[in-house]
């Protein structure tokens, strides 16, 4: 099977994590049935030196063309005065909306090794392994009217408006209801379809594309308030968690936090089936490290894992990696931003080649 995949690997310490998954596609071509062609371009501040934009359009057709793309991070100090229209997150901004990418996928994966980095118990996060889907391009962060009024006599009015369609909704259902088959089967859906119209539609279709398409998987409906509790409460309850873009935004940097360490956590963001899925780390550029060769790759090759998984058709592939990593974590080897006393400190590229080595 020969795949297409588009290398993005921006500013600051994204050249030096993406070269870490750039020996593991070494790695795959070698020894599996998947062959990764790759192309990579410059993105963000390194395409703005280069050719004085963030996002060229070549690499916009060049990431269409490919099945999925891979981001290391944009942005530094280097570009923060240029004009907001050609600032490295511009470009971010532009391939999300020209890719319709209107599903941000943000897992909480806690690693035995890493337990103690968690603000949780031990025994509560153990093994934890979920998914949340928001929703990323309606909602209320999107919704007319909008804007803040003047009322006249010092009074004035914020305005914002909540408004979800059914086919914006069921798009990003369909997406959590795919993902849910192809790890434990269970979805679970929020809103506040109590108090809210657009969280009442949000339950009918959610509702209605289950039966209709989706009855293998598990279906539970959760106000987004009494998720938001439970989450720290029992979070092993949850599998895939897929919510609205406000409710989402909230969500997943509370699932974040139930792991600990920000140089772990990957995403992704997805379009229509058929269209490149984007995959980056939650983290940024980190300029304060660029260049010393200790950035953690970690959340990188996470989010590759996450690319072969859900963008290439190569679950156990996306599955072996993650072992790894486990391996590695297991055997004490820790970059700077996750070192502790007692384990093996590693460079970026230590850390790249024991996953290789683990594999
Ligand atoms: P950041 O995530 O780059 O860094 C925050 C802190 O975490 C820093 O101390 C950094 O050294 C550390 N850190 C981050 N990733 C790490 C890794 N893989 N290994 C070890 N340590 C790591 O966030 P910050 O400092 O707020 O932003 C720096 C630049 O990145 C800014 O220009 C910002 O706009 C950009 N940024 C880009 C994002 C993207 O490309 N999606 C997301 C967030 C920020
Ligand atoms: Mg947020």
Redesign the pocket.
């Known amino acids: 099977m020969n795949k297409k995949l588009l290398l993005l690997p921006g500013d600051g310490i994204g050249p030096e994590i993406i070269a870490e998954v750039r020996k593991l596609i070494s790695w795959i071509n070698a020894h599996t049935d998947l062959t990764i062609d790759t192309e990579e371009d410059f993105f963000g501040g390194a395409a703005i030196d280069a050719y004085g934009v963030p996002l060229r359009d070549e690499t916009l057709e060049a990431a269409r063309k490919s099945d999925a793309i891979l981001m290391g991070a944009v942005g530094g100090p280097k570009w923060d005065n240029v004009d907001y229209s050609i600032r490295p997150e511009a470009g971010l901004l532009k391939i999300r909306k020209q890719l319709d990418l209107f599903a941000n996928l943000r897992p909480a994966i806690v690693f035995d090794a890493l337990i103690d980095a968690s603000s949780l118990k031990p025994e509560i996060v153990k093994g934890l392994d979920i998914l949340i889907v928001r929703e990323l391009t309606g909602g209320v962060y999107f919704g007319e009217p909008r804007g803040i009024e003047d009322l006249g006599g010092g009074e004035r009015r914020g305005v914002n408006t909540q408004v979800y369609t059914t086919s914006e909704i069921r798009r990003v259902g369909k997406v959590a209801f795919e993902i849910a088959r192809k790890r434990k089967g269970k979805v679970t859906s929020c809103e506040k379809a109590n108090v809210m119209e657009s969280g009442k539609l949000w339950r009918e279709e959610i509702t209605r594309l289950h039966a209709e398409s989706y009855s293998d998987v598990t279906l539970e409906h959760m106000y987004a308030d009494n998720a938001a509790m439970q989450l720290c409460r029992r979070p092993s309850q949850f599998d895939v968690i897929v919510t609205d873009n406000l409710f989402g935004?909230?969500l997943?940097?509370e699932a974040a936090m139930l792991t600990g360490s920000l140089g772990m956590l990957p995403s992704a963001a997805l379009g229509a089936p058929g269209s490149p899925g984007l995959y980056e780390p939650v983290h940024g550029s980190a300029p304060d490290i660029a260049g010393q060769g200790i950035a953690n790759p970690l959340a990188t090759i996470l989010s590759f894992a996450m690319l072969l998984k859900y963008s290439l058709d190569s679950v156990a592939l996306g599955e072996q990696i993650e072992a790894a990593v486990q391996t590695v974590l297991a055997e004490g080897l820790r970059t700077a931003d996750i070192m502790v006393e007692g384990c093996k400190k590693v460079t970026t590229v230590e850390m790249g080649d024991a996953v290789i080595a683990a594999l």
């Open positions: 935004d909230i997943s940097d």
